[in-house]
């Protein structure tokens, strides 16, 4: 199979780009050098490539970053997805797009509404989940116009290794190396009450593939573990393995407008159509984090 990845140098892509060369795909990929905005260029690259499969990764993603920077978060995540869509569609009318959104668009949830499924009411909280939103609705529009082959997927919260700093969980390992390093007895966090569902990344590309040879054309699939863990929670299990006299102290200024207090998806619809389930625990996946960004620091 002949994959285009785009968005391929950011956390998730180079995972899902070393998964299906693993896998035995032929892969190209795009990041940075191409403005996924641009329609020619996008052209350019699908006529080269001319991919069985896409996996549109390239995005915008930061939360906290869109309350500053909606515009330049809706022409990346909505005009970049009508670009890719359309190049796809002129190069290989019968390709498969997988178009990533995210669990973001489901908003504040309740309790009682958990776990969260596909058929769950989209209230998006932020300017990226707006975005990604409006981004679904480009595919789901291509799909119903002429057709097209186009899948989406709504990953929850994922980590793992060679995630970048602003996450919420390398920001944090980070933070307590630094201070582990200085001798310092207290690090500033955000809100640390939200409980989340986290996926392993290497998880999530093994889904996004399984999705693209299984999924059915149209739908949409919710990539999650199941469980919601607080952060407190992942926070004290780091401050054990780093530095267990550390004291963590909110600092106001790491604080959300609007943010989500609970989240936790189900996987059954994935599960049903492929197989898939989560196969890496949380502690594996934290302290691989941790062994990584280590390394990272005692090459600097």
Request: proline share 5%; hydrophobic share 40%; aromatic share 6%.
């Amino acid at each position: 199979m002949r994959a285009l990845v785009t968005g391929s140098q950011g956390f998730v892509g180079r995972h899902l780009v070393a998964h299906l060369r693993e896998s035995g795909d032929e892969v190209d990929s795009i990041d940075r050098e191409r403005d996924v905005t641009d329609a020619k260029s996008m052209r350019e690259v699908f006529q080269a490539c001319r991919p069985d499969v896409t996996y549109h990764l390239a995005a915008l993603t930061h939360v906290g970053e869109s309350w500053d920077h909606a515009s330049e978060f809706t022409r990346v995540n909505v005009v970049g997805t009508q670009c890719v869509l359309d190049a796809a569609f002129e190069a290989v009318p019968t390709s498969t797009t997988l178009i990533v959104s995210s669990s973001e668009v489901y908003g504040v949830v309740r309790e009682e509404d958990l776990p969260i499924r596909e058929s769950f009411r989209a209230a998006p909280a932020n300017p990226y989940s707006s975005s990604k939103v409006e981004a679904e609705r480009v595919a789901h529009d291509v799909a119903r116009r002429r057709g097209q082959r186009v899948l989406i997927v709504r990953p929850f919260n994922h980590l793992g290794p060679g995630q970048a700093l602003n996450f919420v969980v390398p920001a944090l390992v980070s933070r307590l190396l630094e201070a582990r390093e200085h001798g310092e007895s207290e690090i500033p966090v955000g809100d640390l009450s939200t409980r989340r569902d986290f996926t392993d990344v290497r998880d999530v590309v093994r889904a996004y593939r399984l999705l693209t040879l299984l999924g059915v054309a149209g739908e949409t699939y919710n990539v999650a573990s199941g469980h919601d863990v607080a952060l407190r929670d992942i926070a004290d299990l780091l401050v054990h393995q780093i530095a267990p006299m550390m004291k963590l102290v909110v600092d106001p200024t790491l604080l959300r407008p609007n943010e989500v207090p609970v989240s936790r998806g189900s996987f059954e619809k994935l599960n049903g159509a492929t197989g898939w389930s989560p196969s890496i625990p949380l502690h594996v996946s934290l302290g691989d984090v941790v062994d990584e960004l280590t390394a990272r620091r005692l090459e600097n």
